[in-house]
């Protein structure tokens, strides 16, 4: 599992995020999305209604490196901010049996996640590197 135990409650408890693609020509595209952690894969499930249907979805197919960026205010007064960050490899998925989604997917298997504010201890961002699962191992 690439999340720490503070990130998976973090996400657990957030409706929404917004997923960064990178369309045809090169031009970036952001779009608020919903999401679930797949605790046993180990990704982040977006979906939505006709998710195949989507620029984001099409954007995938030809480029699969993403963003999603779940975020929050919690306080403006003192200021605090709380983010995860997931950079990582993209997979439109067809037909896939999902929950409150259509049949189609995006997979974000993460290669780097970055936080901010989900602890007190750590008020700057923190970051990692999260190594893609190796081809051909069991």
């Known amino acids: 599992m690439p999340f720490t135990d503070l990130e998976l409650a973090y996400l657990n408890e957030q409706p929404l995020g917004r997923l960064a ?22 990704t982040i499930d977006i979906g939505g ?3 195949g249907k989507t620029r984001k979805f ?18 403006t007064d003192p200021w ?3 983010c995860v960050e997931i950079r990582g490899h993209a997979e439109a998925i067809t037909g896939a049996p999902t929950t409150g989604f259509s049949n189609d ?13 989900l602890d007190k201890r ?13 081809q051909g191992r069991a």
């Open 80 to 82: 605090q901010v709380r």
């Open 49 to 51: 209604y006709s998710m």
């Open 21 to 42: 693609t990178v369309g045809p020509t090169g031009q970036p595209y952001n779009r608020p999305v919903a999401f679930k952690v797949n605790q046993e894969l180990g």
């Open 105 to 117: 997917l995006i997979r974000i298997r993460p290669t780097r996640i970055l936080t901010l504010g």
């Open 122 to 134: 750590h008020a700057t961002t923190q970051a990692r590197d999260i190594p893609l699962p190796s």
């Open 58 to 75: 099409r954007n995938i197919r030809s480029r699969p490196l993403v963003s999603l960026v779940v975020d929050d205010v919690p306080s």
